[in-house]
């Protein structure tokens, strides 16, 4: 879409709005921002707004949203909003800020989606491409917003992005290169009229622009990752149980890749720095993408060694008197809490809580009741977890994440986990994860011994 002279509204003010009026103003668009939340809560963006010389309003949607030819939308924007809902009467066209940064995009996309691991695995690639000589960008769903560097990117350079299924929902020309299904299991379903079949769609169009030239790389594993209806595009899977003669797999203790006619065995499990069944997975679809895009094996093994991990997943803060404190404020469903208590074998006094989305917890029922010595409940969630949790083991309601803290050093014993993996969204206590994921940590290098 030729955007010169075009009024576009940006609904959302805070990191993917900003970054995408800016660069809607650096090809003479005319961006209005309008954000529901109060000025105070917006104070970074209320600057660089104003900075920027660019039209917005907070506190609430106008009737001046509605006076544009293009409207893009924040993730934090559900489909059935009454603002989606309207500017689609009025047949104005919505699209996310995924999809409308990649109109600018000269670079070769790789785009990552899955419900858990979409963070490590984006990580990690942009590492282990870097590492292997080409030059590679990431951001996305994490770090930097896509129209915030998407003019830097030269061609023949690659970006990894972090894709969630509320960006792929506002998607129309948007066609990575290479795209990427970690795996689906049920979450956000209450922004799928709690129909995970919407959500499972809703995945799937990551890859539906691709076409010969491109690359389509998937869970195996996963029966609700259908490579079936995926016929436009060259399919890679990877797998952990199966050895696939299109991609990689594990056997014997090590990484290998297949492309119909070679299989090579590349290195051991043991080069990989992360912990975790989930994460051989996550190193799988690297692995699988690296070798696509030409990486040499020796330079995807100096990366998979050299990775320093992800913060706020699984990620070490503090051992005091023999007890460790780990910082998972990025587990924001059932199922990433499953694979964090399968992470560990010690004892674990477990945080959870937050915005509920849906959660149904007999997903770690079992791995509760093995693991798991005490729940601190908290956010607005709490009631429903002591419910479901009562019978099972101890749980207590607690205020805020330092009196988990101070609770758990005293309540915890040497060889223990304090693991923060709260299953929920963070909206209710937090502007987002990272801020509970700060705080959390905060309070434990407070801690007074």
């Given at each position: 879409?030729?955007?010169?002279?075009?009024?576009?509204?940006?609904?959302?003010?805070?990191?993917?709005?900003?970054?995408?009026?800016?660069?809607?103003?650096?090809?003479?668009?005319?961006?209005?921002?309008?954000?529901?939340?109060?000025?105070?809560?917006?104070?970074?963006?209320?600057?660089?707004?104003?900075?920027?010389?660019?039209?917005?309003?907070?506190?609430?949607?106008?009737?001046k949203?509605?006076?544009?030819?293009?409207?893009?939308?924040?993730?934090?924007?559900?489909?059935?909003?009454?603002?989606?809902?309207?500017?689609?009467?009025?047949k104005?066209?919505?699209?996310?800020?995924?999809?409308?940064?990649?109109?600018?995009?000269?670079?070769?996309?790789?785009?990552?989606?899955?419900?858990?691991?979409?963070?490590?695995?984006?990580?990690?690639?942009?590492?282990?491409?870097?590492?292997?000589?080409?030059?590679?960008?990431?951001?996305?769903?994490?770090?930097?917003?896509?129209?915030?560097?998407?003019?830097?990117?030269?061609?023949?350079?690659?970006?990894?992005?972090e894709?969630?299924?509320?960006?792929?929902?506002?998607?129309?020309?948007?066609?990575?290169?290479?795209?990427?299904?970690?795996?689906?299991?049920?979450?956000?379903?209450?922004?799928?009229?709690?129909?995970?079949?919407?959500?499972?769609?809703?995945?799937?169009?990551?890859?539906?622009n691709?076409?010969g030239?491109?690359?389509?790389?998937?869970?195996?594993?996963?029966?609700?990752?259908?490579?079936?209806?995926?016929?436009?595009?060259?399919?890679?899977?990877?797998?952990?149980?199966?050895?696939?003669?299109?991609g990689?797999?594990v056997?014997?203790?090590?990484?290998?890749?297949?492309?119909?006619?070679?299989?090579?065995?590349?290195?051991?499990?043991?080069?990989?720095?992360?912990?975790?069944?989930?994460?051989?997975?996550?190193?799988?679809?690297?692995l699988?993408?690296?070798?696509?895009?030409?990486?040499?094996?020796?330079?995807?093994?100096?990366?998979?060694?050299?990775?320093?991990?992800?913060?706020?997943?699984?990620?070490?803060?503090?051992?005091?008197?023999?007890i460790?404190?780990?910082?998972?404020?990025?587990?924001?469903?059932v199922?990433?809490?499953?694979?964090?208590?399968?992470?560990?074998?010690?004892?674990?006094?477990?945080?959870?809580g937050?915005?509920?989305?849906?959660?149904?917890?007999?997903?770690?029922?079992?791995?509760?009741?093995?693991?798991?010595?005490?729940?601190?409940?908290?956010?607005?969630?709490?009631?429903?977890?002591?419910?479901?949790?009562k019978?099972?083991?101890?749980?207590?309601?607690?205020?805020?994440?330092?009196?988990?803290?101070?609770?758990?050093?005293?309540?915890?014993?040497?060889?223990g986990?304090v693991?923060?993996?709260?299953?929920?969204?963070?909206?209710?206590?937090?502007?987002?994860?990272?801020?509970?994921?700060?705080?959390?940590k905060?309070?434990?290098?407070?801690?007074?011994?």
């Amino acid at each position: 879409m030729e955007i010169n002279g075009k009024n576009i509204s940006i609904i959302g003010a805070m990191r993917s709005g900003v970054a995408a009026a800016k660069l809607a103003r650096k090809f003479n668009a005319m961006p209005f921002v309008s954000d529901l939340s109060s000025e105070e809560k917006l104070s970074q963006s209320y600057q660089t707004l104003t900075r920027e010389n660019i039209a917005f309003e907070v506190g609430g949607h106008t009737e001046k949203i509605y006076d544009c030819d293009l409207m893009i939308i924040s993730p934090a924007v559900p489909s059935n909003s009454e603002v989606v809902s309207e500017a689609v009467k009025r047949k104005i066209k919505v699209v996310s800020e995924l999809e409308f940064a990649s109109w600018f995009c000269r670079g070769k996309i790789i785009a990552i989606t899955g419900t858990n691991g979409k963070t490590t695995t984006t990580a990690l690639l942009n590492h282990t491409i870097n590492i292997s000589g080409f030059k590679c960008y990431s951001g996305g769903n994490i770090g930097n917003a896509f129209s915030e560097f998407v003019l830097d990117v030269k061609e023949n350079e690659f970006v990894a992005l972090e894709v969630s299924s509320f960006q792929l929902d506002h998607i129309y020309s948007f066609k990575p290169a290479y795209s990427v299904i970690l795996n689906i299991t049920p979450d956000h379903l209450d922004r799928y009229e709690n129909n995970f079949q919407n959500y499972i769609d809703s995945k799937m169009r990551v890859c539906m622009n691709q076409n010969g030239k491109d690359y389509f790389v998937y869970n195996g594993d996963d029966e609700n990752v259908s490579s079936g209806q995926i016929t436009n595009t060259n399919k890679f899977e990877f797998s952990l149980s199966n050895q696939t003669s299109r991609g990689s797999f594990v056997a014997d203790n090590h990484f290998y890749f297949s492309n119909e006619d070679k299989t090579e065995k590349l290195f051991d499990l043991d080069n990989l720095s992360l912990r975790g069944e989930h994460n051989i997975c996550n190193a799988l679809a690297v692995l699988t993408v690296s070798k696509l895009i030409g990486c040499r094996t020796e330079k995807i093994k100096e990366a998979f060694k050299s990775f320093p991990g992800v913060e706020h997943r699984l990620e070490f803060v503090r051992e005091i008197n023999g007890i460790v404190f780990i910082n998972d404020s990025k587990a924001t469903n059932v199922d990433s809490v499953w694979y964090a208590l399968r992470s560990f074998n010690q004892p674990i006094l477990l945080i959870l809580g937050g915005k509920d989305k849906g959660n149904d917890y007999n997903r770690i029922k079992d791995l509760v009741f093995n693991k798991v010595k005490k729940i601190y409940a908290i956010g607005t969630s709490a009631q429903k977890i002591y419910e479901f949790f009562k019978d099972i083991v101890p749980v207590e309601y607690k205020q805020s994440l330092g009196e988990c803290v101070e609770d758990a050093l005293k309540t915890g014993t040497k060889g223990g986990i304090v693991l923060l993996s709260p299953a929920c969204a963070s909206f209710d206590m937090f502007d987002n994860f990272e801020h509970r994921g700060r705080v959390f940590k905060e309070s434990v290098m407070g801690l007074n011994l």
